[in-house]
């Protein structure tokens, strides 16, 4: 069975750049994938940040950005400001009717 | 104002049977494509299963590896909910289940969620 693969943590200093990404144990992440991104902080509801690869949703700040890396989705944040402290989750199509989350990776900012 | 609640979570004990809840407002169930995602404690999401809108193939249901042959999502045009039927669940299973609308392959709107225990 194919596993969605993201980094389990990673550290970003305030107001510096990072890129979480999303990947899968066999072959390559592509559009087809129709990534999404979520943010989740300590016991709160996940946030929908970007869908489709690369579109935000609603009230999402620009900072936040999707895109494909290689044979990876990404998720970029330029800027990062202390709030941005959370769990990120990538969800993948995988066709058949079936979606995929990410294991997580745990940002933290320091 | 779209609302998704949940309900119907709790203590259930490991071979028994829960059924799940979720009534919908501010969107129409058999138009939308109704999904369960779950959260065991202190760990990440998995998305658990699917029922597609009445006008994509007649609204097919599908479901992740780890609960197929065992959970049943169906919904009730009538009430405008969606449910999710656990039948003889395991102390894996054990999570928040989030009632969540996709569109455009990505989760639109999220339940709060209820907890489910199995556990003896």
């Known amino acids: 069975q194919t596993v969605v693969t993201q980094e389990p943590s990673f550290s970003v200093s305030p107001g510096g750049t990072v890129t979480l990404t999303c990947g899968l144990s066999?072959?390559?992440?592509?559009?087809?994938?129709?990534p999404s991104w979520y943010q989740q902080t300590p016991g709160q509801i996940p946030r929908t940040l970007i869908y489709t690869t690369n579109t935000r949703s609603s009230g999402v700040p620009d900072r936040f950005s999707g895109s494909i890396l290689g044979n990876k989705a990404a998720l970029t944040i330029t800027g990062a400001q202390a709030d941005d402290e959370s769990d990120y989750y990538c969800m993948l199509y995988m066709g058949s009717g079936t979606w995929v989350f990410g294991g997580g990776t745990k940002l933290t900012v320091v | 104002e779209v609302q998704l609640v949940e309900s119907g979570g709790g203590l259930v004990q490991p071979g028994g049977s829960l059924r799940l809840s979720c009534a919908a407002s501010?969107?129409?169930?058999?138009?939308?494509?109704m999904s369960w995602v779950r959260q065991a404690p202190g760990k990440g999401l998995e998305w658990v299963s699917i029922?597609?809108?009445?006008?994509?193939?007649?609204?097919?249901?599908y479901y992740a590896d780890s609960v197929k042959g065992r959970f049943t999502i169906s919904r009730d045009s009538s009430k405008n909910a969606v449910f999710l039927q656990m039948n003889s669940p395991r102390a894996e299973d054990t999570a928040v289940y989030y009632c969540v609308r996709l569109r455009d392959y990505r989760v639109e709107y999220w339940g709060q969620g209820t907890l489910v225990a199995v556990s003896s």
């Open positions: 029922i597609f809108s009445v006008h994509d193939s007649g609204g097919p249901t």
């Open positions: 066999s072959g390559s992440v592509s559009t087809n994938h129709y």
């Open positions: 501010g969107i129409i169930v058999s138009s939308s494509y």
